[in-house]
């Protein structure tokens, strides 16, 4: 399968050819080398997809990994090096699939959506860079190239939601993310110096085989700070997931992100990039299961966590990409939490599975969700759904296909995310119940906030818009063709047999309907549909009425607990206190008087010198004459001696 490399190398010239060319190519032209580009990976995805699973993938009725492309890099010692590689097995097929997929949607929707935008060349410069960045990441052979292609997903990112860049709230978030990333991808970092120092490997295949077997020989009995180094190791790469994956605290960049183009949203913020977090642990989840469980106790505590502050979040938010981009932080958090539980004993790993599968299905309906939204903000030029109402008239297409993905990511029967949702649900129940109800309750909240979001866009009553009446209407085929399309994955997607792909040599995943479970989930989803439909379907005051009963703490809520505050303020904090104020000291004792001192000894010494340099003729003539008398007495001294 050496073709595989293609896939890689194709967006990557892509990028050059677009970003060298620059406003020498017109428009047009660039958005269809790029979708071109993209399409052609997404028929090399779908034959490695084929060629793997139906035809050489088995060996002894077990995946087996496929590594088609790997050279050695950078040399460190003869047990240390750093290879560049392909790694093909089911996760990494997996994402393939999503990514080109997602990708090949978003740039045929970018073709509607950005015509006539300044600056579409560099938009599509930059989605292409994005893609081979995010499949390098997929396809690494080894942690250190896994953490290559994970800074280039930073740098691609931090370049989309900038693309505005005469926006100053669009230079701000594009900071903001790049830095708060970075702060959790310096964790990463040094857990994975720390690893490779004990284990001198940064090969996947070498850390996971045999039960994790090298990790837990090589560092057991190691212990710093009252912790075994494993679980400080595991614990700074969880860091690094978490910054991308937007988990609590490092979540607060993301919902500011949204200040890019919404294509980009949808592809990077939505589908792809922001589910790295959730991959790298899943590559990894043999090593975090074998030898370091205390990391996935703590991966279900905070991801449950932060799937319920998500969603009590986006209950209240009045930007449509926002209440989105909550969703996205609720969602990734219920994928980690799977991953979290599979640690636990009894679930056999299931939830692993289930982990996996709600990516996939989450992909495609959130991406769907996202590209709905840019279709209406496209229409009306506002993010405030306070400032929509009654599109569903105007936009029928639209309002569907955003229908369907409501009732997919709340987890209705038979759309895919019920299926995903309800493995995730019953991995719960049967081990962590108090997680189980939690998760139980923000299945509630989100079929709340989605169907009130839903119903103020699309239903309501119809408010002045930005734009005349007449001039409202569906959107372009361009854009309407994407969210058909991704209504059918989010239709069916749940139907693929998704266990029987993702297995591993050691464990085994089965899927199935827990009626019990399902039941109580579709309950609660009612309760939370109906709630939506009696405050917001309608023009009436009872929200507002809640709200102000609510007080101080609806406005807490709006204000997102007010963490953005608090970072800013413990930010300057830091930084004033511990950077600021040692380095002022620094340089008012230590460069200040160090020049004062160097000038004052100067100074003393041209003051003893100076005599030298009067000015005065007489006085160079009796020092000239005195050196003259001087080196001639000294020579008839030395020639006397002689």
Partial sequence: MEYSSLIIIIPFVIFFLLGLLGKRIKSYLSGLIGTIGVGVCVVIAYVIFYQYFFKIGKTNKVWREIIPLNFKWFHFTDKLQIDLGILLDPISIMMLVVITTVSFI????????MRGE??????????????????????ATNIFQMYIFWELVGVSSYLLIGFYYTRPMAVVASKKAFIV?????????????????????????????????????????????????????????????????????LHIWLPDAMEGPTPASALIHAATMVVSGVYLIARLFPVYFFASHDVLKMIVFIGTFTALFGSIVAITQNDIKRVLAFSTISQISYM?????????????????????????????????????????????????INNMGGLHKYMPVTSISFF??????????P?????????????????????????????????????????????????????????????????LVPLIVLSLFSVFGGLVPFSIFISTDSMSFHTRIDWTVAFMSIIVIIIGIVSATFLYLKKNDKSTKIAI??????????????????????????????????????????????????????????????????????????IFLAGVIGLTAISFILLGVV
């Fill in 336 to 384: 980690m939490v799977a991953i979290g539980i599979s640690g636990y004993g009894g679930c056999n790993g299931s939830a692993y599975m289930a982990s996996m599968f709600h990516l996939f299905t989450h992909a495609f309906f959130k991406s769907l969700l996202f590209l709905g939204a840019g279709s209406v903000i496209h229409l009306v030029h506002t993010n405030d």
């Fill in 549 to 622: 009963f609510c007080g101080k703490f609806y406005k807490i809520v709006l204000h997102r607990f007010y963490l953005n505050e608090i970072w800013l303020w413990m930010t300057r904090i830091v930084i004033f206190k511990c950077i600021c104020i040692p380095i002022k000291w620094f340089d008012k004792h230590v460069i200040d008087n160090s020049i004062n001192e160097l000038g004052l000894i100067i100074q003393k010494i041209s003051f003893s010198i100076k005599l030298l340099q009067s000015g005065k003729l007489q006085f160079y003539i009796l």
């Fill in 106 to 113: 978003v740039h045929i929707y970018s073709l509607g959506y």
């Fill in 181 to 249: 990333t970075r702060f959790a991808d310096f964790g990463f970092l040094v857990g994975i110096l720390i690893l490779s120092y004990y284990t001198k490997t940064f090969n996947f295949n070498m850390l996971i085989k045999n039960n994790a077997a090298l990790v837990t020989t090589l560092m057991k009995g190691e212990v710093f700070c009252g912790l075994s180094v494993i679980t400080w190791v595991f614990a700074l790469i969880f860091i690094g997931a978490a910054g991308k994956s937007a988990i609590f605290p």
């Fill in 118 to 139: 300044s600056g579409e060349q560099r938009y599509y410069a930059f989605l292409s860079l994005f893609v081979f960045s995010m499949l390098g990441l997929v396809l």
């Fill in 415 to 479: 759309f895919s995310g019920f299926y995903s949702k309800d493995e995730i649900l019953t991995a719960a129940f049967y081990t962590q119940p108090i997680v189980f109800w939690i998760l139980l309750i923000i299945v509630g909240l989100t079929s709340f906030y989605m169907f009130r979001l839903y119903f103020l866009v699309f239903w309501n009553h119809v408010k002045k818009l930005n734009v005349n009446y007449v001039e409202l209407h569906e959107s372009s085929i361009l854009m």
């Fill in 404 to 413: 369907i993905a409501c009732l997919s990511i709340v987890g209705v029967p």
